[in-house]
């Protein structure tokens, strides 16, 4: 029994903020015309979802992922990332939350080519004031949960591309982020390895995780639970 409870008041339940939310969010870009990429977008993630977002090439997929990842500011409207307003934020505050809270998976892996499969890792966490020490833990941990236990002491150049976008999730996830982007991650793969990466996806959303994948690929996006379709700046969700 909480001391609420004795005093004869039910205990006030806070609700968890959205990892994600979006209010009336517009991108545009100057030129003659101006291009509006994104167009009043409205978007809210609960903690532990899964969601895909799909549309075709110049639909807005990347100023959208530019944005969720604050590598770009929208030119109106209000995000809000785990409750906190990112549009008043400084950019070391910005900064400071991408750190921290957000975990980018890319098409191209941006691995370090003579760097070992876990020196790529624990790079990931070099500035998070974390003893090397412990670092070096977390970054073993993070290559258990995907599987390369085996792989720390390669180059990722030894690699296969699967097996380079599974350590590009290591890294992405060792520091506990609150969201996974990822951006295309399996454009750059084979369908056998296209499936390693999608089964990971499912074992961190079984974990908890909450996960964002941006695709222009119909098998990838039906692989979320949840699916937004963008077209022409415009977020419709899926049934
Ligand atoms: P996608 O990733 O879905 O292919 P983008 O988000 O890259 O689409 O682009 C959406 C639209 O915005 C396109 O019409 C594109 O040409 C335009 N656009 C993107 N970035 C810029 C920019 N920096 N300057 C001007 N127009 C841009
Ligand atoms: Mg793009």
């Known amino acids: 029994m909480t001391v609420l409870e004795v005093f004869g008041e039910a205990p006030v339940e806070e609700p968890a903020p959205a990892v994600i939310e979006l209010a009336a969010l517009t991108r545009a ?8 990429a994104l167009h009043a977008a409205d978007l ?11 549309g075709p090439s110049g639909s807005g997929k990347s100023t959208l992922l530019h944005i969720l990842g604050l590598l770009d500011r929208p030119t109106s ?16 505050e910005r900064s400071a939350l991408r750190g921290g809270r957000i975990g980018f998976v890319f098409q191209a892996f941006h691995l370090l080519p003579h760097r070992s499969v876990l020196d790529n890792v624990m ?39 699967g ?8 890294r992405a996830v060792v520091a506990s982020p609150r969201v996974l982007l990822a951006d295309e991650p399996t454009g750059n793969l084979d ?12 074992e961190l959303h079984a974990d908890g995780l909450t996960l964002v ?9 039906a692989r979320a639970q949840r699916r937004v379709r963008i077209s022409d700046g415009t977020l419709t969700e899926l049934a």
């Open 29 to 36: 870009f100057p030129g003659d015309p101006p291009v509006e």
């Open 44 to 54: 809210r993630i609960e903690r532990g979802e899964y969601v895909s977002i799909i």
């Open 213 to 221: 994948v941006i695709t222009h690929d119909p098998a990838v996006s």
């Open 77 to 92: 409207g209000e995000y809000l990332l785990d409750g906190v307003p990112t549009g008043t934020a400084s950019e070391r």
């Open 191 to 202: 369908t056998t390895n296209s499936a390693g990466v999608l089964d990971l996806f499912d």
């Open 163 to 170: 097996e380079r976008q599974r350590v590009a999730v290591a």
């Open 123 to 161: 790079l990931a966490t070099l500035y998070s004031g974390v003893p090397r020490a412990e670092r070096r833990d977390r970054a073993l941990e993070a290559l258990d949960r995907v599987h390369l236990s085996h792989r720390t002491g390669f180059l990722p150049t030894v690699l296969s591309g």
